[in-house]
């Protein structure tokens, strides 16, 4: 996921298939929404990534709690 994220290198320099990749992780996100803030700007999308990693994190919840009821049975 790092690789493919944009944390060492920018993700439009990359091959259309890893951008579109990319575009998927929540990681890719989380460092469109920093980088900016790291130089005080707004984000450009801040409405679209912001909602997006709070899905992430209850799609990660949800899945938690799923695993540990499978667990305890």
Wanted: glycine residues 2%.
């Amino acid at each position: 996921m790092v690789l493919l994220c944009g944390v060492f290198f920018p993700v439009d320099q990359v091959a259309a298939a890893a951008a579109t990749v990319s575009s998927v992780l929540p990681l890719t996100h989380a460092i469109d929404l920093a980088r900016p803030l790291l130089n005080d700007v707004v984000p450009a999308h801040f409405l679209w990534h912001a909602p997006y990693l709070l899905a992430t994190r209850c799609r990660f919840y949800v899945s938690l709690v799923l695993f540990r009821r499978r667990l305890s049975q």
